[in-house]
């Protein structure tokens, strides 16, 4: 079956600009989540949505970031004034079910969009 | 929360078994183990799961602990496409309150031939 997909799949834009990336998440996953990765490093957490709602937003890093799921599907992750230390890689990831400590939930990814601030 | 531990990198042979290490020595109870791996320029890809028992399916073996201190990540026979980064995983707490897969910098993963 179809997996997660995310467009665009680059996305070169200039400081300040703002930007959009969208995520279609697998098909009957209520849970969907946003992640950062820079060069380097692991995944970095952003943004966790359960259904419509955002569930935590406890790794957005200011208020130029926001996401949102209108619909209980789709999402997507809006960054105003866009600066150069947001190049990064942004994955998009979704679950079954939402996590839990004792859960067993595997998360499925996306292939990220590149984005580029210059 | 739990936190692994894994070695920066390694290499295998290809045909022969990788086997990669992980520590979470602060793992609760109850909380699972997964392993991910991220081929470059990709999304990481789920591997697999586990508990307290060893777990098996077609892409790999995890061999946990006894004491669930530690686990392995075994793949039986590496090829080239299996040169990645592989991530051990125990969820922890957000700052929000959620269980969320936490990601370290894993183990690079290179199999040459």
């Known amino acids: 079956g179809a997996g997660v997909s995310q467009t665009p799949s680059n996305k070169v834009t200039e400081k300040g600009k703002y930007v959009e990336l969208r995520c279609d998440p697998i098909s009957g996953h209520t849970a969907l989540y946003w992640y950062r990765q820079s060069l380097g490093q692991g995944p970095e957490f952003l943004i966790y949505?359960?259904?419509?709602?955002?569930?935590?937003d406890s790794g957005l890093p200011n208020d130029r970031f926001f996401a949102v799921r209108p619909e209980g599907s789709v999402s997507t992750l809006k960054i105003q004034r866009t600066e150069r230390g947001d190049s990064a890689v942004y994955l998009c990831?979704?679950?079954?079910?939402?996590?839990?400590?004792?859960?067993?939930?595997?998360?499925?990814f996306g292939p990220g969009t590149r984005l580029l601030v210059l | 929360d739990a936190k692994t531990t894994q070695p920066p990198s390694m290499d295998c042979a290809e045909g022969r078994a990788a086997n990669l290490p992980c520590n979470h020595s602060?793992?609760?109870?109850?909380?699972?183990v997964y392993w991910y791996r991220q081929i470059h320029s990709q999304g990481p890809q789920y591997i697999i799961h586990g508990l307290k028992n060893n777990e098996t399916n077609e892409m790999a073996s995890l061999i946990i602990t006894e004491d669930r201190k530690s686990s392995t990540l075994i793949l039986p026979h590496a090829t080239l496409r299996d040169t990645a980064v592989y991530y051990c995983i125990v969820r922890a707490v957000t700052s929000g309150g959620s269980y969320i897969p936490t990601f370290g910098r894993g183990t690079s993963l290179i199999v040459h031939p």
């Open positions: 990831a979704s679950s079954l079910r939402p996590p839990s400590g004792r859960g067993k939930e595997a998360q499925y």
């Open positions: 602060t793992i609760s109870g109850n909380e699972y």
């Open positions: 949505f359960q259904g419509t709602g955002a569930a935590d």
